[in-house]
């Protein structure tokens, strides 16, 4: 589901690639499914940029919950990262996270 918000084929091996990328394709198209169609690019974007802060962090993507969530939303407060979703900010991000640690729970993966 991925490839039907993003076109460029690099975008889509990095996003797959990346820690969250197992997942993203599952939560693209929740996030279609509950209508969340045209922010879901920075959605899915937001979750992969979780994914790979908690592998720098040693935290599996299993082990997230809202503690990490927590200190996530912290961290983008002063994140350099280059793949930061534009534009949200630390409480439409901790929203985001929070929507991808919820599909991640309800696929019992965390």
Not at 41 to 64: K, L, S, T, Y
Request: with cysteine; aromatic share 10%.
């Amino acid at each position: 589901m991925l490839d039907h918000y993003f076109s460029q084929s690099w975008r889509l091996a990095k996003l797959r690639s990346g820690p969250s990328g197992p997942f993203l394709d599952g939560f693209s198209a929740a996030l279609f499914s509950e209508g969340r169609r045209s922010g879901a690019p920075r959605h899915i974007n937001a979750a992969a940029h979780v994914g790979v802060w908690a592998e720098r962090h040693d935290i599996a993507v299993a082990d997230i919950d809202e503690a990490v969530i927590t200190r996530f939303v912290r961290h983008i407060a002063r994140c350099r990262c280059i793949d930061v979703a534009a534009g949200f900010g630390r409480k439409r991000m901790r929203f985001t996270a929070l929507m991808f640690l919820g599909y991640l729970r309800r696929e019992g993966i965390a």
